[in-house]
């Protein structure tokens, strides 16, 4: 079956120290991978995807992430983390036919001062 | 760039009642799709069009669920005789298929409530 999983649902970072949230996919064929980020109340807003290339791709608001192959992975980074950079952010995978994305559950990234 | 736009923002209705929701699409964006997001969860795919074409709907879609793009351009997402258990968020996106993966934008969703 093809799905996304985000094993954290909550991550715990101090401000200026480096975050990472991770995602891990299974799929069959070549993944196209995405992160979204929602605030309270708020629909989704784009930060990044992988389709195919360099490994490390960089997105909005200084996130970045880091596609794996052989660990199937796709992990989003940020070098210095922010307190606005608190909400809920979701990874999501898409596969060879159609455009629907199926999302991981969500983890939820809280900066602290 | 307006964005994505949804309307209502919020619903409240009785059960048995039926609800219609309105999701507005980027300009020009040639593919909606709709989701549903329930508390703690990730959005899951409902429905998407291609233009006027609906190519996909997913299980989750009832025969209580109907969804339209007349014309390609806005679309509407209608439930009939609401359940309890349709409460969730209904969230909108749109993207421009030019290549091999497109971007997907998302509204403000729609938030339903069910009495």
């Known amino acids: 079956a093809q799905s996304v999983a985000q094993p954290e649902d909550q991550v715990n970072v101090a401000e200026g120290n480096p975050l990472t949230v991770k995602c891990t996919y299974s799929?069959?064929?070549?993944?196209?991978l995405f992160w979204y980020v929602q605030y309270p109340n708020r629909g989704l807003q784009f930060l990044l995807k992988?389709?195919?290339?360099?490994?490390l791709v960089k997105g909005s608001y200084g996130f970045e992430a880091e596609f794996n192959k052989s660990q199937t992975s796709f992990h989003l980074k940020k070098p210095s983390a922010l307190v606005s950079d608190s909400a809920l952010y979701f990874c999501?995978?898409?596969?060879?036919?159609?455009?629907?994305?199926?999302f991981g559950q969500g983890t939820e990234l809280s900066v602290k001062p | 760039d307006t964005g994505v736009s949804q309307d209502p923002r919020h619903k409240i209705t009785k059960r048995g009642q039926n609800v219609t929701f309105r999701c507005d699409p980027i300009s020009e964006h040639n593919r909606l799709y709709w989701y549903r997001q329930t508390l703690g969860q990730g959005p899951e795919f409902l429905t998407y069009f291609q233009n006027e074409a609906q190519l996909e709907k997913s299980r989750l879609l009832s025969d209580r669920f109907s969804a339209e793009r007349p014309k390609g351009s806005f679309s509407t997402l209608e439930i009939q005789r609401t359940e309890q258990g349709d409460s969730a968020m209904y969230l909108c996106?749109?993207?421009?298929?030019?290549?091999?993966?497109?971007?997907?934008?998302f509204g403000p969703g729609t938030r339903l409530l069910v009495l």
């Open positions: 799929v069959s064929g070549n993944p196209y």
């Open positions: 992988y389709i195919t290339g360099d490994n």
């Open positions: 999501a995978v898409r596969f060879n036919q159609g455009g629907k994305l199926i």
């Open positions: 996106a749109s993207s421009y298929l030019a290549g091999v993966v497109e971007t997907q934008y």
